[in-house]
C-alpha cells in the first residue's frame, strides 16, 4: 500500500511540474528552435545582399590602384658602340675617324686618312666622343625605382540591358527564397501538428487502456466473489484474468507509445526529450467543416516557386540576348607616376587627368546566339513545368478534400457505435450483477465498449490529421492562433 502512495506522489509532481502547451505554443517553439529556419533567413539575406550589389552595379564605381617597381638597370637611349659613316664610337668611351674619300681643286680623288696627323685625330676625336657621351648621358635615365598611382571612375552607360536584367533576376531570386522558406515554415507547422494530434490520439488511447484495465480488475473482484459463493467456475475467473493481462499489456504499449510520441514533438519543439510535457487543446474529436470556396491552385508555393523560377528564365533570355547588342563604357581616371615623361624626363612626381568612351559592338558572336536560343528553350520548360505542376496540386487538393470528408463520415459512425456500446455495456452490468449472464458475456459487452472507443478515438485523430494536410494542400494553413 506504502508503495502505490509513493508512486501516486510520484505522478502528483509530474503533473504538477509538466508543462501545458497547446497548439500554438508548440508551433511557436519549433519555428523559433528549429535550425533550417535560420538557414531560411541565411539564404534570403544572401539573396537580398546579391539584388543590392546588381542595383549597385548602376553606379559609378570608384578604384585607387598603386604600383612600385625596382629595376636593376637604367634605361638608355643611345648605345656606347655606334658606326657612323665618318668613324665609329667605341665602347671604352673613344671615337675613331675613318679616312674620308676627298676631291682636290684639280677634281682629282685623294683619300685623307686622319691617322697621318695625330694631333688633329685627337682633337676631332675627342671633341666628337665628349659631345656623343654627354649627349648619352642625357638620354640615360634613373628607372631604378618607379612609382605608379591612378584613381579611375568608371561608369556604364549601355550593356545591351545586362543590368536591367541582372536587376530583375536577383529581384526574383529573392522572392524565391522567400517562398522557400514559407514553403519550409509550412512542411515544419506540419510535422508539428502531427506530431501534437499523434500525442493526443496515443494519450486517449493510454487512458482508454486504463480505463478498460480498471474494468477488468473490478469484474475479476466480482467474478472472484461469486467463485466463493459457487455462482461462477474457475473458468470464469481464468479468463477475466487473461483479459486482464491482456489490458496490462495494452495499458504498457499505450505508455511506451506515449513516451515516444511526446518525445518526437518535443524534439521538433525544441525541447529536451525527456521533458514532461501536458497537451491542453480541446475540439480534438469534432468533425471539421470543409470549406473549398477559397481554394486556389495559384496561391500554392509550388505555383509561386516556378513563377519566380520563369521570372528569373525571362531574364536569363534577355541576358543572352545582351550579347549581340553594342555595349558602351565612360571612363576617367587620374595618374601619378614617378618618374613622369611630362617635361623631359623626371625623378619626381607628376600627375594628368585622362577620361574616354569605350564602345564595344559585337560582329560575329555565334556563341551568344546559341546561348540565347538554349535560354528560351529554358523558359519553355518551365512553361510546360507549371501546366504539369498545376494539374498535379489540383489532384492533390481533390484527394485530401475527400480524405478529410471521409474522416469526417469515420467519425460520426463511431459516435453512433460508441452511442450503442455505452448502453450495451450499461445493460450487460446490470444483468452481470444480477446473475443473468455470465462472466464471458460480460467481457464480451466489455471489448465492444473498448474496441468502439477505440475506434473513435483513431477516428478522430484521422480527422485532424486529414484536417493538417487539407489546409496544407489549400494554403490556408496559418501560424496564428
Not at 535550425?35 to 550589389?53: G, I, T
Not at 667605341?90 to 696627323?117: C, Q, R, V
Not at 470528408?405 to 450499461?426: C, P, V, Y
Request: charged letters at 25%; a negative charge; one cysteine or more.
Amino acid at each position: 500500500m506504502k508503495k502505490y502512495f509513493i508512486l501516486g506522489l510520484l505522478l502528483l509532481e509530474m503533473s504538477v511540474s509538466a508543462q501545458e502547451l497547446t497548439l500554438y505554443e508548440c508551433r511557436q517553439m519549433a519555428l523559433e528552435n528549429n535550425r533550417q529556419q535560420n538557414v531560411n533567413k541565411e539564404s534570403v539575406e544572401a539573396a537580398k545582399d546579391l539584388h543590392r550589389a546588381s542595383v549597385a552595379n548602376f553606379f559609378p564605381k570608384l578604384t585607387l590602384n598603386g604600383l612600385y617597381h625596382w629595376n636593376e638597370k637604367s634605361l638608355c637611349l643611345m648605345p656606347n658602340a655606334m658606326d657612323f659613316s665618318f668613324g665609329s664610337m667605341n665602347a671604352d668611351g673613344t671615337f675613331t675617324l675613318k679616312p674620308i674619300e676627298m676631291t682636290d681643286l684639280s677634281g682629282n680623288s685623294f683619300t685623307f686618312n686622319p691617322a697621318n696627323y695625330p694631333k688633329l685625330n685627337d682633337a676631332i676625336t675627342k671633341l666628337i666622343a665628349n659631345g656623343y657621351n654627354d649627349i648619352r648621358d642625357m638620354l640615360k635615365f634613373d628607372i631604378h625605382n618607379v612609382y605608379l598611382g591612378s584613381a579611375t571612375i568608371t561608369q556604364p552607360i549601355f550593356l545591351g540591358g545586362r543590368l536591367i536584367n541582372a536587376t530583375n533576376m536577383t529581384k526574383a531570386a529573392v522572392a524565391l527564397e522567400e517562398i522557400k522558406s514559407e514553403k519550409s515554415t509550412g512542411e515544419l507547422i506540419v510535422s508539428v501538428d502531427e506530431a501534437y494530434w499523434r500525442v493526443m490520439t496515443v494519450e486517449s488511447k493510454y487512458e482508454l487502456a486504463s480505463s478498460y484495465l480498471d474494468l477488468l480488475k473490478k469484474l475479476e473482484h466480482d467474478v472472484a466473489e461469486l467463485v466463493g459463493s459457487g455462482l461462477a467456475t474457475q473458468g470464469d475467473l481464468l479468463k477475466v484474468k487473461v483479459k486482464r493481462q491482456e489490458a496490462e499489456v495494452m495499458q504498457t504499449e499505450a505508455e511506451n507509445g506515449l513516451l515516444l510520441s511526446k518525445m518526437a514533438l518535443c524534439q521538433l519543439c525544441g525541447l529536451p526529450l525527456d521533458s514532461e510535457i501536458m497537451l491542453k487543446e480541446n475540439g480534438f474529436a469534432d468533425v471539421v467543416l470543409v470549406d473549398s470556396s477559397m481554394v486556389s491552385v495559384d496561391g500554392r508555393n509550388e505555383m509561386k516557386m516556378l513563377e519566380q523560377a520563369k521570372n528569373i528564365a525571362h531574364a536569363g533570355v534577355n541576358m543572352s540576348a545582351a550579347g549581340l547588342m553594342p555595349n558602351i563604357v565612360a571612363e576617367a581616371s587620374y595618374y601619378i607616376m614617378n618618374p613622369n615623361v611630362q617635361n623631359g624626363f623626371d625623378n619626381n612626381f607628376a600627375g594628368s587627368f585622362a577620361a574616354g568612351v569605350v564602345v564595344s559592338i559585337p560582329i560575329a558572336h555565334a556563341n551568344d546566339i546559341y546561348a540565347l536560343k538554349a535560354a528560351k528553350h529554358k523558359e519553355r520548360v518551365l512553361d510546360y513545368q507549371m501546366e504539369d505542376v498545376r494539374d498535379k496540386l489540383q489532384l492533390q487538393i481533390k484527394q485530401s478534400e475527400q480524405a478529410l470528408m471521409l474522416a469526417n463520415r469515420k467519425l460520426l459512425q463511431t459516435n453512433s457505435s460508441i452511442e450503442s456500446a455505452e448502453e450495451n455495456l450499461r445493460y450487460a452490468e446490470e444483468l452481470f450483477g444480477a446473475g443473468m449472464i455470465s462472466a464471458t458475456e460480460m467481457l464480451q459487452a466489455q471489448t465492444a465498449w473498448l474496441e468502439a472507443k477505440s475506434k473513435r478515438i483513431e477516428a478522430a485523430g484521422d480527422v485532424r490529421l486529414a484536417e493538417v494536410k487539407y489546409k496544407m494542400n489549400t494554403n490556408q494553413l496559418a501560424v496564428e492562433k
